[in-house]
């Protein structure tokens, strides 16, 4: 690799050791459990801040709960700000790196640049996003919704966690002000370009045993809550042909949802049953009620409609079929974007200028970026991850791994400060 990765910042032990702090923010194991606007998540939004303000970078948290902080220009200046972030939410028992990886690296830019004799004719702002994962509340990007302006104050009255918390009264409990969302909308003209760093949390990075991989495409995400509703009753006493079995009927729900992905035409289709509940719940009850949320993820917005509205349309046929009472709600729907071929050449160009071989594809996880990306132009690199998982306590990628994507991070940062 070339000289960056002489920059002490940039240093795998040092990126190791961020990520390390941020990790121990957690609920007790396994895994890393930090979900969206809890006490948790301020806390690393605060070890954040305060990393930031050790390099003599100020940073405020706005309404929404994203915290941001800038670094001036050092160098004749231009207008439009370029930035990079990712966030420090996390889903229950998930991994260290999901979303910290772009935080942490983003740190280590601010280090390298306010240190660095390469001049800056932009202002570099470093971001933290609130509340990225959809875990807690079904809708995922919160903080980057906010800012780009796709969700507002009513729609976190509408939004409720599996306790019926609302995201605006969890927001509140948390010192944010939900009700002045608004003003953590960005403007556009302020800015001139963005970049996220991500692990892939897929294979294809491993399976080319490739360093670096820079996205066109994030898939687009429609979810939805199936309440199935049939006759709770005893278990020994009612006949197997005179049942209204909730689970049984969600149980067919479920594969038939596997079975449309997997019938699907295209490789990008996923359809999967994450989380299900049964009421009363009991050995000897059938079961009355069951909930279960369905996620859809395409990279084409028409099949991922048509997907969605399939779900829905196997769910009933089942439950007439059983003679069981069903609601489909909508709960979320982002639609896949294609990133900015701009940034993209430039991540390319810088991965290519390190000597690290840089690999096109698509993200079937969801992004911040995606929802900054209608804002301005705006990028993914991502690094490998171990067998391609995440969202789950065996996440990994190596410190050197992130280093050499913090090394890309930082040149592209210098290459897009550069652009007109
Ligand atoms: C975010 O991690 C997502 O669910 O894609
Ligand atoms: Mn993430
Ligand atoms: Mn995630």
Not at 100 to 127: D, E, N, Y
């Amino acid at each position: 690799m070339s000289t960056l990765a002489t920059v002490p910042a940039l240093q795998p032990a040092r990126l190791e050791e961020t990520l390390r702090r941020f990790a121990a923010l957690s609920e007790p194991g396994p895994g890393v459990s930090r979900l969206a606007y809890t006490r948790l998540e301020r806390q690393a939004h605060d070890l954040f801040a305060s990393l930031l303000a050790e390099l003599g970078i100020a940073a405020y948290t706005d309404a929404a709960g994203n915290t941001i902080g800038e670094l001036a220009p050092d160098a004749e200046p231009r207008p439009g700000a370029i930035g990079t972030g990712s966030h420090l939410d996390s889903v229950p028992h998930g991994g260290a790196y999901d979303g910290t990886v772009g935080v942490v690296a983003a740190l280590a830019v601010a280090a390298a640049a306010s240190a660095g004799p390469r001049p800056r004719h932009r202002p570099w702002r470093f971001v933290a996003f609130a509340a990225e994962e959809g875990a807690r509340f079904g809708q995922a990007c919160n903080g980057s919704r906010i800012v780009a302006g796709l969700t507002g104050a009513a729609d976190l009255r509408q939004l409720t966690d599996r306790t019926g918390t609302t995201m605006a009264a969890a927001m509140t409990e948390c010192g944010l002000a939900p009700e002045r969302v608004e003003t953590a909308r960005w403007d556009p003209r302020d800015w001139r370009a963005f970049v996220e760093l991500h692990v892939e949390q897929g294979t294809v990075l491993e399976h080319r045993r490739v360093p670096v991989g820079v996205v066109d495409t994030v898939s687009g995400s429609t979810r939805l809550r199936v309440c199935l509703t049939g006759v709770a009753s005893h278990t020994g006493g009612t006949p197997m042909d005179n049942r209204r079995d909730a689970l049984a009927a969600a149980a067919e729900c479920v594969l038939d949802c596997e079975r449309l992905a997997v019938a699907a035409t295209d490789v990008n289709t996923r359809i999967t049953v994450g989380a299900l509940t049964v009421e009363p719940g009991a050995i000897t009850i059938i079961p009355g009620r069951v909930v279960f949320t369905v996620d859809v993820r395409e990279t084409d917005y028409g099949r991922q409609r048509a997907a969605a509205h399939a779900v829905g349309q196997r769910c009933r046929t089942v439950a007439a079929r059983r003679g069981v009472d069903v609601e489909v709600e909508e709960l979320a729907d982002t639609p896949p974007v294609s990133l900015s071929r701009e940034v993209a050449a430039v991540a390319h160009a810088a991965a290519t200028a390190l000597g690290l071989p840089a690999e096109v594809l698509a993200s079937g996880a969801s992004h911040d970026t995606q929802q900054i990306s209608r804002l301005m132009p705006a990028g993914i690199v991502f690094v490998p991850s171990r067998g391609g998982l995440s969202h789950s306590p065996g996440e990994f990628s190596t410190a050197d791994q992130v280093a050499a994507g913090a090394a890309v991070l930082l040149e592209t940062m210098y290459r897009l400060d550069a652009t007109a």
